[in-house]
C-alpha cells in the first residue's frame, strides 16, 4: 500500500472535513442561503482530490456527486426556481456523500485500531522485559523516539513494528507510541496508587 499521505493524517484529515463540513452545508441550507451549492462543490471537489491522491476508488463516487451538483446549476425548466433546485441537490447530497466518507474511513479506522493493538502488545513486552523503563528525569520526547528506534532495530519487536511503517508514517507512529505509552503509564500509576 503506497500512499502519498499515511492513513492517520487521511482519517484525521476526512474526519474533520465530515464533521465541519456537512454542518456548515446543513445550516446554509436551512437559512436557504444559495452558497451552499459553492460550499457542497468545493468540498466534494477537496475529497475527490484527497481521495484520487491516496488511491481510493471511492474519488469516481464523489465526483458522480460533484457532476450531479453542477447540473443542478442549470435551469431545465425556467418555471422552477434554480436557487431552490440548487439547495434541492446540495441536500440530496448530504447522505450519499457521507455514506461514501464512512465507507471509506472504517478500513481505516480498523486499520488504526490494529496499529494501536500493535503498539500496546509492544509496550507489554517491553515492560516485561524491562526495556521500556521511564524516570521523570527524562525527556518523553527523547525518551519515545528512543524507544520507537529500539522496537523497529531489535528483535524479537521489528518483525512487528517496521510493517506499522507501511501504513503510517514514522511521526505517526511516534505520536500513537506517546498515546499508548501515557495510557499504559496513567494505569499502572493508578493500579499502583490503589495498592497502597
Not at 175 to 196: C, D, M, P, V
Amino acid at each position: 500500500m503506497n500512499r502519498t499521505t499515511s492513513y492517520l493524517h487521511i482519517y484525521k484529515l476526512l474526519s474533520n472535513q465530515k464533521q465541519g463540513a456537512v454542518s456548515k452545508i446543513q445550516a446554509l441550507i436551512e437559512n436557504d442561503d444559495l452558497s451552499a451549492s459553492d460550499e457542497m462543490y468545493a468540498w466534494l471537489q477537496k475529497l475527490e482530490d484527497v481521495l484520487r491522491r491516496n488511491r481510493f476508488v471511492q474519488f469516481n463516487d464523489i465526483a458522480k456527486y460533484r457532476a450531479n451538483l453542477l447540473s443542478s446549476r442549470i435551469a431545465i425548466d425556467r418555471r422552477i426556481p434554480r436557487k431552490k433546485q440548487q439547495l434541492e441537490a446540495a441536500l440530496a447530497l448530504i447522505t450519499p456523500v457521507t455514506k461514501t466518507l464512512e465507507d471509506v474511513m472504517k478500513p481505516i479506522e480498523k486499520s488504526l485500531e490494529e496499529i494501536h493493538q500493535t503498539i500496546r502488545e509492544l509496550l507489554i513486552e517491553a515492560n516485561e522485559r524491562g526495556d521500556a523503563k521511564w524516570n521523570n528525569g527524562l525527556d518523553f520526547s527523547e525518551f519515545i523516539h528512543a524507544l520507537w528506534r529500539h522496537f523497529i532495530y531489535k528483535d524479537p519487536y521489528k518483525q512487528r513494528a517496521l510493517p506499522i511503517l507501511q501504513v503510517i508514517s514514522e511521526n505517526d507512529a511516534l505520536e500513537i507510541l506517546a498515546s499508548e505509552f501515557h495510557k499504559t503509564r496513567t494505569r499502572s500509576e493508578k493500579n499502583h496508587t490503589q495498592e497502597i
